[in-house]
């Protein structure tokens, strides 16, 4: 019964406010814990908050066409042309663009004769190209038949030409839907006997086109004549060299106009 139970003994009592006193010490323990956990998660929020995002991605070109592929084209065309100098101060070509076309005839096809200098093709391995999807570009010096009137054709200058033309390519490709060939043709001689032309595709330039523009052509503006950056001139030569073409048109049956490229190397 209720009333036989014996009050707790001195010894029984001090035992009993140890065993509080050991709780209320464990349990203080555990909200320090507590509190230093959530502190340290509120602490970590907060400086992942403040701290800045990822950095923007570089953008493939400071400078970049806009509108219609024709009116982007053009200005490529202008954007890039007008700054390249001979060492005069004068601009080296213009640049003139538009569908593949000669004498206001159209282009129907580009037929790409292969390179048999190191016996790896026959000459009857003729790439043909359809030129729907093709842009043609023109540099034309100021001189007689497009020629540039200053100086004289050395292989420092060509190598400028060429540049240009990749550059040109490049911007083309990049900005352009649906253009997956570029034709430049470079300044002939002023008796019109020596004319070339660099022919691009773009599954040839495909890694150029996934790194900003300055990986390629380190310098923002064209170098002088004769001052191409090793490095630089290391990704012209090897982008275009062997796609520098002498050309002729010739006419298919029903009237339209095909351009045949025969590589410089080859010949």
């Not at 005839?105 to 729907?132: C, H, K, L, N, Y």
């Not at 300055?214 to 923002?220: F, I, M, Q």
């Not at 001052?227 to 002729?248: A, H, K």
């Amino acid at each position: 019964m209720a009333g036989d139970v014996s009050p707790p003994t001195p010894r029984e009592r001090r035992s009993e406010k140890a065993r509080n006193t050991g709780y209320r010490f464990r349990f203080g323990v555990i909200y320090v814990l507590l509190a230093a956990v959530v502190g340290a998660g509120v602490g970590t929020f907060i400086v992942l908050a403040s701290r800045p995002g990822p950095p923007d991605a570089q953008p493939w070109s400071t400078w970049s066409p806009n509108g219609s592929n024709e009116a982007s084209a053009k200005q490529i065309a202008d954007h890039v042309s007008k700054r390249y100098r001979l060492p005069s101060g004068n601009q080296l070509a213009v640049a003139l663009v538009g569908p593949p076309e000669v004498q206001d005839v159209s282009v129907r096809a580009i037929a790409v004769r292969p390179d048999t200098s190191r016996g790896q093709a026959e000459e009857d391995d003729i790439d043909i190209v359809d030129t729907r999807r093709s842009i043609m570009y023109i540099l034309c010096g100021l001189g007689e038949n497009c020629s540039i009137p200053e100086g004289k054709a050395s292989t420092e200058r060509h190598q400028l030409l060429r540049r240009e033309a990749l550059e040109l390519s490049l911007y083309t490709f990049k900005y352009l839907d649906g253009v997956e060939s570029v034709v430049v043709f470079l300044p002939p001689r002023p008796d019109n006997k020596a004319s070339s032309t660099v022919f691009l595709q773009k599954s040839e330039v495909k890694e150029e086109l996934e790194q900003p523009l300055n990986r390629t052509l380190l310098r923002a503006d064209p170098p002088d004549l004769g001052e191409i950056d090793t490095i630089e001139l290391g990704n012209i030569d090897r982008l275009t060299r062997p796609r520098v073409f002498q050309y002729e048109f010739q006419q298919a049956q029903e009237g339209s106009a095909i351009l045949v490229l025969t590589p410089v190397l080859a010949s």
